[in-house]
């Protein structure tokens, strides 16, 4: 059975970084594609990129791209989002995301990033 | 980059009931279309793929249809369940955006 094992909740001020984390069972994960999705408190929820671990080939939402970087690591099954400096408005829950039929059938419980001083 | 426009943005409705939703696409996806159900505290949960074709699991009362820019998901006969709010997602060269949200209430 696929799983994705995401890491818990942090609590961040802003200007700090933060890598979350999400652990892929049950599949190859190093053939399959992963991705991360945002979404804010009450919101929908927004794609922000996706990679390709056997590679690292990596794709962003124009909307995240110079904001966060998306890693991979196929020796662990585990990817990886990141941020150098957070503002107040990272705050959100981040899904990962398990690309299959060309969209997102495997989710990840998610992880509530909140960002305060 | 493709916007994708939902409505209505409530629908309300009682068990039951068919449920009628759409999704606009700004431009053309060809048949590049999901459909994904979210209810309080889960993370959303992938139901149509390709416009028409159900995931494993997902109950026949689920039914997606539409090509191009206008589709459709119609939820027939409504059970307690399913209210929840739906997205549609459409891929395009690599690139994937997601409608805003329908909510099935009740």
């Known amino acids: 059975e696929v799983h994705l094992e995401q890491s818990g909740a942090a609590v961040k001020k802003p200007g700090e970084s933060l890598k979350i984390s999400c652990a892929g069972s049950g599949y190859h994960f190093p053939s399959t594609w992963i991705g991360w999705v945002r979404q804010m408190p009450g919101k929908g929820v927004e794609y922000m990129g996706i990679i390709y671990p056997a590679d690292s080939d990596t794709k962003y939402s124009p909307s995240f791209q110079g904001q966060v970087t998306i890693s991979a690591d196929k020796s662990t099954n585990t990817a990886y989002l990141e941020w150098a400096s957070l503002k107040a408005s990272d705050s959100a829950i981040y899904y990962c995301v398990r690309r299959n039929y060309g969209y997102f059938e495997n989710w990840g419980q998610g992880t509530l990033v909140t960002v305060s001083s | 980059e493709i916007v994708l426009t939902q409505s209505p943005g409530t629908l309300s409705l009682s068990a039951g009931e068919r449920a009628t939703l759409s999704c606009r696409a700004s431009q053309s996806v060809r048949n590049h279309l999901a459909w994904y159900q979210q209810k309080p505290g889960q993370a959303p949960r992938l139901l149509i793929y390709d416009a028409s074709n159900r995931v494993a699991g997902i109950p026949a009362r689920f039914s997606g249809s539409g090509s191009g820019t206008d589709f459709t998901l119609t939820i027939s006969n409504l059970e307690p369940e399913d209210f929840a709010v739906y997205y549609c997602?459409?891929?395009?060269?690599?690139?994937?955006?997601f409608g805003q949200g329908t909510k099935v209430e009740i």
């Open positions: 997602q459409q891929r395009t060269d690599w690139s994937w955006t």
